[in-house]
T-cell receptor
Framework: KAGVTQTPRYLIKTRGQQVTLSCSPI?????VSWYQQTPGQGLQFLFE???????NKGNFPGRFSGRQFSNSRSEMNVSTLELGDSALYLC?????????????FGSGTQLSVL | AQSVTQPDIHITVSEGASLELRCNYS??????LFWYVQSPGQGLQLLLK??????LVQGIKGFEAEFKRSQSSFNLRKPSVHWSDAAEHFC?????????????FGIGTKLQVIP
């Protein structure tokens, strides 16, 4: 069974641009969560999608948005990039059926904003 | 609001020595608690989890953790550390309030293993 796949692996953008990151969950998983990881803040929860609906949301500005498709693949978009958006963005998938589930993480997309 | 505190940002141990990584949580009800490990350039992998039952939980790679409600702690232990354990370790708490998969992670403890 293939794991969680995130593309691209690395991205370099400049301030003011927008970016779209992609996440393909494990086959059969309907929940996709997104996290921002920075050295000083650890992992910060962005949002979770389940069956194409946003089910949970963290405390990030509206510049951060996401969506999920009928095949459970998810995209995350960041508009008007700021230097502070430089981070490793991780997605995790699970069946989404229970609260104590193991999360399966992708290797992440490293975003650098110049 | 749920939160996790990992007081040690960086820990160095000798190979073969015992290890304890500290984790304190804040959560209004019975928490679901996790330890994940992240090797360089990789995503996170679950080591173990607790949500009910026996307060001493066994995980993969010889790790164990003990849930102590009175101390709001969920410390990770290993009796003999291997060089391959060098990685960043994250404690996390989740639960039913606020939804299914809103897991809150600690800032992480970076483990260095010296020969």
């Amino acid at each position: 069974k293939a794991g969680v796949t995130q593309t691209p692996r690395y991205l370099i953008k400049t301030r003011g641009q927008q970016v779209t990151l992609s996440c393909s969950p494990i086959s059969g998983h309907r929940s996709v969560s997104w996290y921002q990881q920075t050295p000083g803040q650890g992992l910060q929860f962005l949002f979770e999608y389940f069956s194409e609906t946003q089910r949970n949301k963290g405390n990030f500005p509206g510049r951060f948005s996401g969506r999920q498709f009928s095949n459970s693949r998810s995209e995350m978009n960041v508009s008007t990039l700021e230097l502070g958006d430089s981070a490793l963005y991780l997605c995790a998938s699970s069946t989404g059926q229970t609260t104590n589930e193991k999360l399966f993480f992708g290797s992440g997309t490293q975003l650098s904003v110049l | 609001a749920q939160s996790v505190t990992q007081p040690d940002i960086h820990i160095t141990v000798s190979e073969g020595a015992s290890l304890e990584l500290r984790c304190n949580y804040s959560y209004g009800a019975t928490p679901y608690l996790f330890w994940y490990v992240q090797s360089p350039g990789q995503g996170l992998q679950l080591l173990l989890k607790y949500f009910s039952g026996d307060t001493l939980v066994q995980g993969i790679k010889g790790f164990e953790a003990e849930f102590k409600r009175s101390q709001s702690s969920f410390n990770l232990r290993k009796p003999s550390v291997h060089w391959s354990d060098a990685a960043e370790h994250f404690c996390a708490v989740g639960g039913s309030s606020g939804g299914y998969q809103k897991v809150t992670f600690g800032i992480g403890t970076k483990l260095q293993v010296i020969p």
